[in-house]
């Protein structure tokens, strides 16, 4: 699927490295949004990559958190 906009295509990158990160570090799925975020390194040159404003990349990292981190989480905890 083909991102349609500039945040989606944002969305899709952080799932994408938080993935990635999750596979080589089983710690991540325990992790609070603070350490996400701070793991994903939301800086000014991410925030100039997508050329959207702070909050809209912090509502991006939220989606890709709670897709990859809380995802995970429900689902070892569904028998």
Same mark, same amino acid.
């Given at each position: 699927?083909?991102?349609?906009?500039?945040?989606?295509?944002?969305?899709? $990158?952080? %799932?994408?490295?938080?993935?990635? =990160?999750?596979?080589?570090?089983?710690?991540?799925?325990?992790?609070?949004?603070? !350490?996400?975020?701070?793991?994903?390194?939301?800086? $000014?040159? %991410?925030?100039?990559?997508?050329? =959207?404003?702070?909050?809209?990349?912090?509502?991006?990292?939220?989606?890709?958190? !709670?897709?990859?981190?809380?995802?995970?989480?429900?689902?070892?905890?569904?028998?």
């Amino acid at each position: 699927m083909k991102p349609r906009t500039v945040y989606e295509k944002a969305v899709q $990158d952080l %799932t994408e490295a938080a993935q990635q =990160m999750a596979r080589l570090d089983q710690n991540l799925w325990k992790v609070s949004f603070q !350490e996400f975020k701070m793991l994903m390194g939301l800086d $000014d040159a %991410t925030l100039k990559r997508y050329g =959207m404003p702070k909050v809209m990349v912090k509502r991006a990292l939220i989606e890709a958190y !709670e897709s990859v981190v809380l995802g995970q989480q429900q689902s070892r905890d569904q028998p």
